[in-house]
């Protein structure tokens, strides 16, 4: 059986850890390598990090849930994360994201049958300036309208 | 119409202002060379305080004094803390900072370092700016191969470390002691003061923490000194504002004026105007969690002294503008249910109130308001306020208040049309 971290994740790991005078500052930095790799942060992902970094796998699991960004499950190859805060809302961004559900055929929340798209309704993401704005995978878009998310996501096919 | 000062914003037009050469090119480095070569570390910090630089992440504390609370001679490690969360919802002035000008907020942190005495910073940005946190620790880099930051600074004899530590979404990190259990690796749970960061932060050692924009400000006040920086502000608020102007204005953006100018000329002036000729209704001045103002409030200067006599805060300096067209009821469930996500569920009165009120409001604007709903979210945001552990609770509390109080008509107008009025 291979390991849960691979040598080379393990490698980096440690690096991570060694630019804090305490092993766990490096807690959410490595969570979100891990997270990079892998896609998802699994159980088993947690308590190798806890052993990894010298700590209590309930110490991972309390930071695994605590912070929106970190997932216990797979997310679509694309994940589209649309701010539904007051300024967006106030520029269409909640029209937004119901051309998004109608497109998608998927709620909030949910991932396409095929695996491509995951969609989120997320909190301000400080790009207020572009409102509405919207997340795809690391890449901000903003003062998007119907036919230029579409544009994007067409792009993305 | 106020002379629009460039100093943060000055060189955000070059294009490749966030390389380094660039930066060099344009006289960058030069105040942390002066503060070096010719001024003791005493003289730095002196010279921060009477420019009077507030905080600007929200609290407006003066960068100078808190500097001044680092204890002296004490053998344990100090550190800087850097808080570029900016989860402030209407907020995004770090993001033009750290994106188009990495090196000017990494001079200041050398500066605010030099000053307090410091070997080991970390800036804590939020998660969601990943792109951005790499092109800051490309920035890092290129200070560390010039010898702007490792061992014997510029030769001077002078060491400090810079670590980017990104964040994972949550807003109750830009909560400065959340922000460090959040930097040690642990869930973001704001902790009891006293003790205050300054004696007992950081892995329990004397701890800074300023915000991007307000180290970003100190590279000036070093090179030009406090009297200049006083000029392009107040005697008691030194310096320009990134104010963060969205919402229904023409032109939504990052404005950079004096501390002071007035918000109804930032809005109708600089932000263009209402957008496609609306009228206004309403303007959240500093970030959400800033009481609100009606249309006919706006004539007050933003500067932090002066919006706090209104009735309100400078907080963030983001601005967001409300037309006549918006139902006060749409704005008040954003609020609402952005606090309730939030709140990170530590102390009683924040982690219920704030899940009450967004329930309250969730069923008024469903049809099911019923009378006495706008009374008990006054109350249930009554107690809330000053009853938590940290801010986040008064943030949560004060804009339900103040809408509730300065738009009731409006709102009770909604109970009226739902239908289990009686």
Redesign the interface.
Known sequence: MSPVLSAALAKKIDDLAA????K??????V??LVQNEKGFLSAEDEQAVAER?G?LPV?VR??VT?????RRSPVGTYHIQVC????C???GGDGLVEHLEARLGISLGGTTADGKFTLTG??????????PCL?IN???YGNLDAAGLDRILEGLA | MTKAPKILTELFWLEHLHRIEAYLDRGGYQALKKALTEMKPEQVQEEVKKANLRGRGGAGFPAGVKWGFIPKGTDK?KYLCVNAD???????KD?YILNHNPHLLIEGIVLAAYAVGIHSAYVYI??????IARRLEQAVAEAYAKGYLGRNILGAGFDLDL?V???????ICGEETALLE???????NPRLKPPFPALVGL?QCPTVINNVETLSNVPFIVQKGAAWFLEQGLPKDGGTRLF?????VAK???YELPAGTSLREIITTHAGGMKDGKKLKAV?PGG?SSPILRADEIDVRMDVDSIAAAGSMLGSG?I?V??EG?PIL??LR??A??YA??S?GQCTPCRLGTSWIHKIVERMAAGGGTRGDVDTLIRLAGNIKGRTLCPLGDAAAMPVTAIAQKFRTELEATLERSPVWP
């Open positions: 630019r804090y005078p305490a766990q500052a490096a807690l959410l930095p969570l979100h970094l700590i110490k309390e930071v605590f912070y929106t960004m970190f539904t805060n007051l300024s809302s106030l520029a997320v909190e301000c993401l400080g790009a207020c300036e572009q409102a997340m690391f890449d901000y | 490690p900016e989860g402030e919802p209407g907020t995004f993001r939020r998660g969601e700016y990943e792109m670590v530590h990104r964040g994972a979404g949550a807003y959040s930097l040690e690796g642990k869930r973001g892995f963060g102007v969205s919402g229904a939504p953006g990052l959240i959400m983001a967001i409300i037309d918006t749409h704005v954003k609020i249910k952005f996500h939030e990170c």
